[in-house]
């Protein structure tokens, strides 16, 4: 319906936007004309295979390495130009914990809500508040050392609420966490977006960013590959039913690979059949009693694969 778009309808400006970003490494562009634009209260996934760009694209916003070309803009600032500024407004989760080993869990929080002029009366509040978020009030004296993984990396979310951000950017946040731990990432951050907060997430969990994301970039090689919300790419990019076989031989192999519109993929030691019909590959599958076989609706995963299908990189 482009005709409607005459109607005069207020337009927030985007709470970050990317257009035609470069960066180079060694001379090589490891992002590589990179626009986007994440709109306020969306929480955004930006999804890639190891090497893809994405914290070389997080570190550019938050102005920690300069672009060669093209303009950033964050909380309505120029990065890294007004990178300081920017960055009053942001709580950030980096890929790899930093926080102080020879401070306690409270001091680790009150040391940086100090760093944001936060007064001595409002700071142990705030610091209460968030140790209670992040589930770590009874663990408050304790040293860095003596927390698990998953609560190091609660820690680190609930240092990233310090300055009560509007936008949140969380590399990998819960990269290495027990599913329990996850489910309560998960949980914090759907309270977070529910406050209205923009969030900006990167992970390799696919079930993560179908669970928590909008909106959806697949980044690999620097560039931006695919983009829309995860039932978007999921219906843009794969066949309807996938069928999964642990083991199939070179005839079986091509039996499938000869019934109408079936693609047949390889992955590791697996063999998928995509399919937007599944009677002809159960047809198929019921004169072959001893094959192991999983059927199952398309996925995350699925389009993942597809879209950047090679072999295993790093
Ligand atoms: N400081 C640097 N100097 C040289 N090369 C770098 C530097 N930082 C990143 N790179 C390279 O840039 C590419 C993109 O790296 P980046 O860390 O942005 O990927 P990523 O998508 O975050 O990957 P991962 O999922 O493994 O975290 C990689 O090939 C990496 O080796
Ligand atoms: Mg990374």
Request: hydrophobic share 40%.
């Amino acid at each position: 319906m482009r005709g409607r778009s005459s109607v005069c309808v207020p337009v927030s400006d985007p709470v970050i936007e990317f257009a035609h970003v470069v960066k180079q490494y060694d001379g090589r562009r490891v992002v590589d004309g990179l626009s986007l634009r994440i709109e306020q209260g969306q929480c955004f996934g930006l999804l890639g295979p190891n090497g893809a760009g994405k914290t070389t694209a997080i570190r550019m916003l938050l102005g920690m390495t300069h672009p060669e070309s093209g303009s950033i803009r964050v909380l309505g600032h120029a990065v890294p130009e007004q990178a300081h500024r920017a960055r009053a407004g942001m709580g950030v989760v980096p890929q790899l914990d930093n926080l102080d080993p020879d401070f306690s869990v409270r001091e680790n929080l009150s040391v940086y809500a100090s760093f944001f002029g936060l007064p001595d009366n409002t700071l142990d509040d705030r610091v209460d508040w968030l140790l209670e978020f992040a589930e770590l009030t009874h663990k408050q004296h304790a040293r860095i050392g003596e927390l698990s993984g998953g609560m190091q990396r609660r820690l680190t979310l609930a240092r990233a609420l310090v300055n009560n951000p509007g936008l949140i950017v969380l590399d990998e946040p819960t990269t290495g966490l027990d599913p329990q731990v996850r489910h309560v990432m998960w949980s914090r951050l759907r309270d977070l977006q529910q406050s209205g907060k923009t969030l900006l997430l990167t992970t390799h969990y696919m079930e993560e960013a179908e669970r928590l994301c909008d909106v959806l970039a697949i980044m690999d090689h620097g560039r931006i590959i695919a983009h829309g919300s995860p039932a978007e790419l999921v219906r843009a990019h794969c066949e309807r039913n996938v069928f999964e076989f642990p083991r199939l031989d070179a005839p079986q192999q091509a039996a499938l690979d000869a019934l109408p519109e079936v693609r047949l993929e390889r992955s590791g030691t697996s063999w998928y059949a995509y399919t937007e019909q599944a009677d002809p590959v159960h047809d198929w599958a019921a004169g072959h009693p001893q094959l192991r076989m999983l059927h199952r609706h398309h996925n995350l995963e699925d389009v993942f694969l597809r879209l950047t299908r090679r072999d295993l990189r790093d």
